[in-house]
């Protein structure tokens, strides 16, 4: 079946530097890819999203470079704050058509060192 | 605060026992999901309506579970007979699909342990 899956389970980083943030999926006909944040306690958050007819995307701070050849999508978050501090999921609407149920992957903890 | 609240934030009940869970979605979004969380993984989907209709369901949706969403507006879950495994965040998504665009907005997530 369709899968997302990210590379590493946590990812340590200094304060201000840049963070790295991978994801993989399966279904080489999807078209809209989506990054949330969740903190402890809380609801994803949307922070960016990204469609096939682009390779890059740039928001506050973070950025989404998406290869559709290695199906492969990166979030990069510059000048990492400790507010940064959260799991971050990849997520793809399964298959094609109407429905905009999301998959998932299993997160990314990215920890923010002061 | 994304505009999508959900009640309870927790809830701990016993076994067997049913519970229900409400959401009340961004206004005029005219499509609601439901994903349940475990520790450690991601959102799993569950179901959705668009509008009042219930227009997919997943396989984890057993028969102890139900959803609805009467007016198209507010939407509940329901679990009859709850069981250990249950234990999970409910997560509650909505958005208004234009076209094909569509972003998911999430509430804060139902937090359920069953005893």
């Known amino acids: 079946g369709e899968s997302v899956g990210l590379h590493l389970p946590t990812l340590s980083v200094q304060e201000g530097d840049n963070s790295i943030i991978n994801c993989a999926y399966s279904n080489s006909a999807s078209d809209y890819f989506i990054w949330y944040k969740q903190e402890s306690g809380k609801g994803p958050q949307f922070i960016i999203d990204i469609r096939s007819n682009m390779d890059k995307r740039q928001g506050q701070r973070v950025t989404v470079l998406l290869n559709k050849t290695v199906k492969h999508l990166s979030l990069q978050i510059a000048a990492t704050q400790p507010g940064d501090s959260a799991v971050y999921f990849c997520?793809?609407?399964?298959?094609?058509?109407?429905?905009?149920?999301?998959?998932f992957g299993q997160g990314t903890t990215l920890q923010v060192k002061p | 605060d994304t505009g999508v609240s959900q009640d309870p934030r927790h809830k701990i009940t016993k076994r067997g026992q049913n519970v229900t869970f409400r959401c009340d979605p961004i206004s005029e979004h005219n499509r609601l999901y439901w994903y349940r969380q475990t520790l450690g993984q991601g959102p799993e989907f569950l179901t959705y309506f668009q509008n009042e209709a219930q227009l997919e369901k997943s396989r984890l949706l057993s028969d102890r579970f139900s959803a609805e969403r009467p007016k198209g507006s507010f939407s509940t879950l329901e679990i009859q007979r709850t069981e250990q495994g249950d234990s999970a965040m409910y997560l509650c998504?909505?958005?208004?699909?234009?076209?094909?665009?569509?972003?998911?907005?999430f509430g804060p997530g139902t937090r359920l342990l069953v005893l």
């Open positions: 998504a909505s958005s208004l699909r234009t076209g094909r665009e569509e972003t998911q907005y």
């Open positions: 997520a793809v609407p399964h298959g094609s058509g109407n429905t905009g149920k999301l998959i």
